[in-house]
Each structure stands twice: as C-alpha cells, then as structure tokens.
Nanobody, 127 residues
C-alpha cells in the first residue's frame, strides 16, 4: 500500500513563500512519476507541476511557471514544491500524486493519470 502525506501548508501573505513536502511510503519511490495538483473551492482540481522519476525533467502550469519549483530526493522518498511570490489566487488545497511508471517516465498532467493521492494540505494566501 502506497501512502502519500503532504505537509507544509499554511497561511502566508501575498508575495511570500511556502515549501510543501510529500513523503511517500514504500521502497520503489524512484519508480513513481510525481505531480502536484490544487483545488480551490468550487473549482475543479487543476495541474500545477510534475516531475519525472529521475527528477531530470519537470513541467509547470503557465499560472505558476517562474514562481514554483518542483524537486525530489529519491533517497528520502520525498517530493517538494517550493512556492515563491505567492498570490491570493494560489489559495487552494494542494495534493501530491504518484504514478507507477518504472525507470523511464514522462510528465503526467491529468488527474486520472495518477494512481495514488495524498490527503491534501491547505495553502491560503492573504492579500
């Protein structure tokens, strides 16, 4: 059973920064492509960013490009989301997701492409 646990959310003023972490249980973390999604009240879950199994390639939604950075440390079974220059419109519940792909993976931007999800962490950006 794979479990994903997010942490690091909170309340921050516009222009501030937060770093989210997602710890993944299991011994095959390096075989999972990872992604971050977010969902604001009354809206659909949307893609934020994704990273390949090796961490060598990333993809970002246009709305966060240049402000957010995804990274992973495979020996720690953890993926991170560094969020800078936060805006009120970034307010949402943030979810990490994992897709078992093996050693060679691409980027996955649709929620239904992922196999496992965390419980989410709230990020609130005040103006």
């Amino acid at each position: 059973q794979v479990q994903l646990v997010e942490s690091g959310g909170g309340l921050v003023q516009a222009g501030g920064s937060l770093r989210l972490s997602c710890a993944v249980s299991g011994r095959t973390f390096s075989s999972y492509a990872m992604g971050w999604f977010r969902q604001a009240p009354g809206k659909e879950r949307e893609f934020v960013t994704a990273i390949t199994t090796s961490g060598g390639s990333t993809a970002y939604a246009d709305s966060v490009k240049g402000r957010f950075t995804i990274s992973r440390v495979n020996v720690k079974n953890t993926v991170y989301l560094q969020m800078n220059s936060l805006k009120p419109e970034d307010t949402a519940v943030y979810y990490c997701a994992a897709r078992l792909t093996g050693m060679n993976s691409g980027h996955y931007i649709a929620p239904n492409e992922y196999d496992y999800w965390g419980q989410g962490t709230q990020v609130t950006v005040s103006s």
